[in-house]
């Protein structure tokens, strides 16, 4: 694997990185984690444990208490370039009177100048999504997994570096589950992108995780997919 090979320089660095709201309240502390090129990390735990701050932090909407953030090779308070860090947040901040179209289309803007580009980019992420069909209808007049489909699109469309996904696939059924989650593979192995999910349900958290940090009590226990002794010392 990449990670293992040490030639690629990782998207996401974090060294002792604590998390909250409040500087005497420390949410979770990660004392160390790299994600490369190619990878999809999953974060498990359970509700109101800091998941989504997690992702807010290191998609720089809040600051760290304490600790060390490099996100696509920026070292906090330095942001990323433009385009390179894409967050599908929990709740979807949709524009729920424009169209299909117009919402993909908003999130190709970042980093991509030409409109015909961005029209070329935001067709084909609302043909992987599989809303083609969708993309006149207003959001409102969509399901609620329709509309994470939306959001998923919108951030595809971007084409990032590294994706922040904040339990992108509930509200999904199965089938639609399935593709959806193959769709984000591809563009994730075949750009060389990396994936960080929240995901609630641990079954499917180990389903698609080459990593699996889980959160306890404020704790993560890192797991890492496929190796014999499950825990390992990050
Ligand atoms: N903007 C905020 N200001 C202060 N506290 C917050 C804010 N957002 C969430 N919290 C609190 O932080 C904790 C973790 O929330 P969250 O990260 O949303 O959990 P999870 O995603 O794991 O369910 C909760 O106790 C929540 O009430
Ligand atoms: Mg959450």
Redesign the pocket.
């Known amino acids: 694997m990449q990670s293992e090979s040490g030639l690629n320089k990782p998207l996401l660095v974090l060294r002792d990185v604590s998390i909250g ?1 409040d500087s005497s309240l420390s ?1 979770v502390n990660i004392p160390n984690l790299e994600v490369f090129p190619g990878e999809i990390v999953v974060i498990a ?1 359970p ?7 997690l992702l807010r932090t290191i998609a720089g909407l809040v600051s760290p208490i304490s600790g060390v953030l490099e996100v696509c090779g920026c070292i906090l308070p330095e942001s990323p370039p433009r385009g390179n860090l894409g967050y599908i947040p929990q709740k979807l901040g949709l524009v729920r009177h424009a169209s299909v179209r117009h919402n993909v289309e908003l999130g190709a803007r970042a980093g991509v100048k030409s409109r015909k580009e961005r029209q070329v980019r935001s067709k084909e992420a609302i043909e992987i999504m599989g809303l083609s069909e969708k993309s006149t209808e207003p959001i409102r007049r969509l399901s609620g997994g329709q509309q994470r489909r939306v959001a998923t699109a919108r951030t595809l469309a971007q084409r990032p570096k590294l994706i922040l996904a904040d339990e992108f696939l509930s509200e999904l059924d199965e089938e639609t589950l399935a593709s959806v989650l193959d769709a984000v593979t591809n563009y994730v192995r075949e750009s060389n992108a990396a994936l960080i999910v ?1 995901e609630h349900d641990i079954s499917r958290a180990k389903m698609m995780a080459d990593k699996l940090l889980v959160i306890d009590d404020g704790r993560v226990n890192p797991f890492i997919k496929g190796t014999k002794a499950m825990e390992v010392n990050v």
Not at 47 to 53: A, N, Q
């Open positions: 709201y949410l735990g509700s109101g444990i800091g998941k989504s701050t929240v």
